[in-house]
């Protein structure tokens, strides 16, 4: 049985077969049991390659770090993680340059990063922060929700998303106001030049 370690875009915890292209984590969330039992834990929320230089980890172990699985890397981003500094050395400091041209005020450290996205995705623990704005303001690798339901904003479509990948929705109205997941400081690096990995599946959509 699949273990409640898929996140969707809203960072929710779900257990499905699919894997995903990516790994990452938000602290230690499970008890002594082994039971999920918290949300997250710190603000250091992290997206990972599946592999790196061989190295095996003990999955679900208690007061561990607790893998967690992401579609791709939109969907992590969008859940409020960020690109690792150590496995995803190169995309982590494209993360930081983009975060650079949006703010200003120099090279970002890991601290202001973390800090900044935990204020942008989070009401309170567990409770997830959106914002509305229109669909043309809105830069490819973002996602959004509509009904209830996470789409994808690429390539002027909107995808939706699902744990195994994307579904054309058709092109959208850009005046259209949706609810924006993705959080706000990383609409900004996406809007100033960082592209994500995107699941193959949003590739094969009609033009």
Not at 22 to 47: E, H, P, Q, T, V
Not at 59 to 77: C, I, K, N, S, V
Not at 103 to 127: C, M, Q, S, Y
Request: aromatic residues 10%; glycine residues 12%.
């Amino acid at each position: 049985m699949p273990r409640q370690n898929r996140v969707t875009p809203f960072g929710e915890l779900i257990a499905v077969p699919d894997r995903g292209l990516f790994w990452g984590n938000r602290g230690a969330l499970l008890d002594s049991a082994g039971r999920l039992a918290r949300y997250s834990r710190g603000r250091a929320w992290a997206i990972c390659v599946l592999e790196f230089k061989g190295r095996r980890r003990e999955q679900w172990a208690p007061g561990r770090l607790t893998e967690l699985y992401f579609l791709d890397e939109a969907t992590g981003l969008a859940a409020g993680h960020r690109p690792c500094g150590e496995c995803r050395y190169r995309d982590y400091q494209a993360f930081k340059r983009s975060w650079a041209a949006a703010f200003g005020g120099g090279w970002p450290g890991v601290a202001e990063i973390d800090a900044r996205l935990h204020e942008d995705r989070l009401v309170r623990p567990g409770v997830r922060r959106s914002y509305t704005a229109p669909l043309a303001e809105l830069p490819d690798g973002v996602m959004v929700s509509t009904g209830g339901a996470a789409f994808l904003v690429h390539e002027g479509r909107l995808l939706a998303w699902a744990p195994g990948g994307y579904r054309d929705s058709g092109r959208a109205e850009a005046a259209t106001p949706v609810a924006v997941i993705t959080p706000r400081a990383t609409v900004a690096v996406l809007a100033a030049g960082y592209r994500p990995v995107i699941h193959p599946s949003a590739a094969v959509m009609p033009t």
